[in-house]
């Protein structure tokens, strides 16, 4: 079965084709057969595509036009053509997965895409204006590239549907509820396939465990996941809420934004780019909203780049005691994306502090840039995992089950 899986951000589309066995899902993630990226400059209309295959080759160019849908259409034809070329024809796609961020409540599973839900992803633009335009754009260039090829739509804010109440609902008036303000969660995706890969390296059921994944890149959340099911998570409304981020202020006093508003008459949208684009990291540090940057500025000295990363540092600890308080436990905590990855001083900087429950991180693994392993050393009452998010592969995987049904 061939899969296509399309990763749509607020001005990238990455996509990855996938060949998975008709008969079963493999264990392990699969390599993707062919790569492509599409980075477009929103204002002048040029878009960058980089593809690769897994036998090597690659394309990188430039290439000009005013429509989005058309950029991704010439990426998509690269699967069959030129030296890119892995697929006879692209009618050989089976099916075609897309991350939306924002199902809202109605949509709390992956759903076979209708013009019904095309519409919904469209009116759910409100809550996610950076990000479900850009789905729908994807889902549209697959219908002129493609046809009527099945194309599936996997909700990042579906992991967390199992939100109870008390985590989901916000201590505002009940009528917020009913215009649908609540915790929603995101990076959904990623948790879930976190989740499941932490049982696998563990070799334990995951209806058995107790974890907290953390993943920390530009945007940063935790989750904490109860027998398999997330019971809490820091991003809320929007994925504004929560941990500090690369450029994002995450939780703050909302008494500020009213004071902001009364006192500096801040307009909406201006107050809209600080929250998202010009706090956190980059806020505080006025370096970078890039972790590796902020460290870097710290060697150097920088003192206002060593305030950002202590804030990080402090807001994540919170954030990972708030998830063990939902829990009530921890079998393993779990570290992915960019930073969770890749950043050893992060990972220490985090474990040093819950020491006195008896979790220890092995100190030469930490640093060996470990992927997919268990950090921890044998007598550390908590597992510390380090996993490589494969937000691709657990569309594709959600993409085959579908199929199968």
């Not at 429509?67 to 259409?73: D, E, G, N, T």
């Not at 959340?221 to 998570?233: E, Q, V």
């Not at 590796?292 to 919170?318: P, S």
């Amino acid at each position: 079965m061939k899969i296509l899986v399309l990763n749509a951000g607020s001005s990238s589309q990455k996509s990855c084709l996938y060949e998975i066995p008709d008969a079963s899902l493999p264990n392990q993630a699969l390599q993707p057969c062919w790569e492509g990226k599409v980075n477009w400059n929103q204002d002048g209309g040029v878009a960058e595509i980089e593809v690769r295959t897994a036998t090597g080759e690659v394309l990188q160019e430039c290439i000009s036009g005013d429509s989005l849908q058309a950029h991704v259409v010439y990426m998509l034809n690269t699967l069959n053509s030129g030296a890119t070329k892995v697929i006879g024809h692209l009618s050989e796609i089976d099916v075609v997965g897309h991350r939306v961020v924002h199902g809202g409540q109605s949509y709390r599973d992956s759903v076979v895409i209708t013009e019904e839900i095309k519409k919904e992803i469209g009116r759910l633009s409100t809550l996610a204006p950076a990000h479900n335009p850009a789905a729908l754009e994807g889902i549209e260039a697959i219908e002129q590239s493609l046809g009527n090829v099945i194309q599936i739509a996997v909700f990042d804010t579906g992991f967390h549907s199992t939100l109870p109440d008390a985590a989901a609902i916000y201590p505002g008036p009940y009528e917020w509820l009913e215009q649908g303000i609540r915790r929603y969660g995101f990076h959904g995706i990623s948790h879930q396939y976190c989740a499941s890969r932490a049982a696998q390296i563990l070799g334990r059921d995951l209806t058995s465990l107790r974890l907290i994944t953390c993943h920390l890149g530009n945007g940063c959340s935790l989750a904490a996941i109860k027998n398999g099911r997330s019971i809490d998570t820091t991003m809320g409304f929007t994925p504004l809420d929560g941990l500090m981020m690369g450029s994002r202020c995450g939780s703050i006093d909302p008494g500020i934004l009213i004071y902001l508003l009364r006192q500096s008459d801040y307009p909406v949208e201006k107050l809209n780019y600080v929250l998202n684009k010009a706090s956190g990291l980059r806020g505080i540090s006025g370096v970078s909203s890039d972790l590796r940057e902020v460290i870097a500025a710290i060697n150097q000295g920088n003192d206002r780049a060593q305030l950002a990363y202590d804030i990080y540092v402090h807001h994540l600890r919170a954030g990972i005691g708030a998830m063990l308080a939902s829990l009530g436990g921890l079998d393993a905590l779990v570290f992915t994306a960019g930073v969770g990855e890749n950043s050893s001083e992060i990972r220490q900087a985090v474990c040093d502090a819950w020491e006195f429950l008896g979790l220890k991180i092995d100190l030469e693994k930490n640093q060996q840039q470990p992927i997919d392993i268990d950090i921890a050393t044998s007598d550390s009452t908590v597992r510390v995992l380090v996993i490589r998010t494969q937000e691709d592969w657990e569309i594709a995987q959600q993409c085959w089950q579908i199929l199968q049904k």
